[in-house]
């Protein structure tokens, strides 16, 4: 199968069915682009990709190339080959949604990723009983001393990528975060595209 690139525009997701052994890129192809991302086993929506799960698996807050991120099973679902960005991908923060636009005075907000995933895995026929924390690609977000966590506009350029081997065969969900909250993606959300490269 050829390689497909689908562009994401901001405030859209797209659903990729993705099979064990195939490359994805996820790519800052405008820039400052935070990218809410999921995984799901193919064959069931209770198994995904887990942050704190993957935290505790790495003992690590943030992951880099060479990492393994596991499911909310422990089980393998996405390696980490590549990543020509700074580095930011932040495993802590929820995904925008319609609460979260509200708990921070900005209802005017629309759309927000949360919807965004509740709607596509409706789509298809698949619906969450609850949802995931995403992995939010290129999303800088720094831990002072502290602890407190702080929002940092992303420093990914245009054409920087992130490049995963799927260990499983799954589903990934991308949203092109439109928040505005924490000038996450350096003033405007601009879109991003994902490649899917099948090995077989
Ligand atoms: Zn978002």
């Given at each position: 199968m050829?390689?497909?690139?689908?562009?994401?525009?901001?405030?859209?997701?797209?659903?990729?069915?993705?099979?064990?052994?195939?490359?994805?890129?996820?790519?800052?192809?405008?820039?400052?682009?935070?990218?809410?991302?999921w995984a799901f086993d193919s064959s069931s929506s209770n198994e995904f990709l887990s942050m704190a799960h993957s935290r505790s698996s790495l003992y690590r807050l943030f992951f880099k190339p060479g990492d393994t991120l596991v499911s909310n099973r422990f089980r393998p679902m996405l390696t980490i080959l590549k990543d020509t960005s700074p580095g930011y991908h932040?495993?802590?923060?929820?995904?925008?949604?319609?609460?979260?636009?509200?708990?921070?005075?900005?209802?005017?907000?629309?759309?927000?990723?949360?919807?965004?995933?509740?709607?596509?895995?409706h789509s298809r026929e698949t619906p969450l009983q609850a949802i995931?924390?995403?992995?939010?690609?290129?999303?800088?977000?720094?831990?002072?001393?502290?602890?407190?966590?702080?929002?940092?506009?992303?420093?990914?350029?245009?054409?920087?990528?992130?490049?995963?081997?799927?260990?499983?065969?799954?589903?990934?969900?991308?949203?092109?975060c439109p928040s505005l909250i924490g000038n996450i993606s350096s003033g405007r959300p601009r879109g991003a595209t994902v490649e899917i490269i099948n090995q077989q």
């Open positions: 050829p390689p497909t690139l689908t562009f994401i525009p901001p405030g859209e997701a797209r659903a990729f069915s993705v099979s064990k052994g195939a490359l994805i890129r996820i790519i800052n192809s405008e820039g400052h682009q935070v990218v809410d991302t932040d495993t802590l923060h929820a995904a925008c949604s319609l609460e979260s636009n509200r708990y921070y005075g900005a209802e005017h907000l629309r759309p927000n990723c949360q919807d965004n995933l509740k709607k596509i895995m995931p924390c995403p992995w939010n690609i290129f999303e800088r977000a720094v831990i002072l001393p502290d602890g407190e966590l702080k929002d940092e506009p992303s420093l990914a350029a245009t054409g920087d990528y992130l490049e995963l081997n799927a260990e499983i065969n799954l589903v990934l969900v991308c949203s092109a």
